[in-house]
């Protein structure tokens, strides 16, 4: 017997208590007969400003993820949507692309994150080689993204960051600023462009600006509810958030 309204796919979708971003963007992108249900990780709107307090909210992050899991698997879902940002690329290529593994064995269902997500989305839109990435992060952060694209075999040719101080605040980066980040690392001309951090709204914001440029630009959001849906053999074309969910 199906559920009710999500009778094609049930997503269970976790996210850090401090986004706000990750839920609506979810929603807005449903096709019909598919639903999302979010469990959250508690997370301090606590000043990261050094390394040691940017460590430390990591690993509350990692600590408190399978029990988010545990939580949103009691609603018995088809797939997990995995909407922690930075974790998704804080142990390089293999050690990042492992968790998503390790999700999928212990829990027996599909697992979308931000690493594998990409990276299918970069293959698909057949990017080779330059990227530029817009963050959130904190330098330390900006430095794994980068180290795991890199061993993915991409050239990172610019980064943006917005260097953000506190969880909560990344939720309050506007689209005029977001604007301006994607301006600046298109300058350098790369064949897409990639934005990281589940905090940002991006996913309307970047199907506009893949537009306007006429290149890929990928939102993390997007990328994971494009692969949940395409991995489960929803195909569904979705307008408003650009070529990945209306083409591909």
Same mark, same amino acid.
């Given at each position: 017997? /199906? ?15 401090? /986004? ?6 979810? /929603? ?18 606590? /000043? ?26 009691? *609603?018995?879902?088809? *797939? ?23 999700? !999928? ?5 599909? *697992? ?9 989305? =970069? ?16 330098? =330390? ?49 790369? !064949? ?21 440029? !006429? =290149? ?33």
């Amino acid at each position: 017997m /199906n559920d009710s309204l999500g009778f094609r796919l049930k997503i269970g979708t976790i996210a850090p208590s401090t /986004n706000t971003i990750v839920q609506p963007e979810f /929603n807005a992108m449903q096709p019909l007969g598919v639903t999302t249900h979010m469990s959250r990780i508690i997370t301090p709107n606590v /000043n990261l400003s050094s390394d040691d307090d940017f460590t430390a909210h990591i690993e509350r992050m990692r600590s408190g993820m399978n029990i988010a899991i545990d939580r949103v698997m009691t *609603c018995k879902p088809d *797939c997990l949507a995995n909407g922690l940002s930075l974790e998704a690329f804080w142990d390089g290529l293999d050690g990042s692309l492992n968790i998503v593994k390790k999700i !999928e064995e212990d829990y027996g269902i599909k *697992c979308s994150m931000g690493n594998n997500a990409i990276l299918k989305a =970069l293959e698909i839109l057949e990017i080779k080689s330059k990227i530029s990435i817009i963050t959130p992060h904190k330098p =330390l952060g900006d430095q794994k993204v980068k180290e795991f694209f890199t061993q993915a075999g991409y050239e990172v040719i610019d980064l943006f960051s917005f260097n953000i101080n506190k969880p909560a605040d990344i939720c309050h980066v506007n689209k005029l600023e977001l604007i301006e980040a994607i301006k600046l690392v298109n300058r350098k001309k790369p !064949e897409a462009i990639v934005q990281v951090g589940t905090g940002l709204s991006m996913a309307s914001l970047a199907a506009k600006a893949w537009e306007w440029l !006429e =290149l890929p630009v990928i939102a993390i959001n997007t990328s994971i509810f494009w692969h949940a849906l395409r991995t489960n053999n929803i195909k569904d074309k979705i307008k408003g958030f650009g070529p990945l969910l209306d083409k591909y």
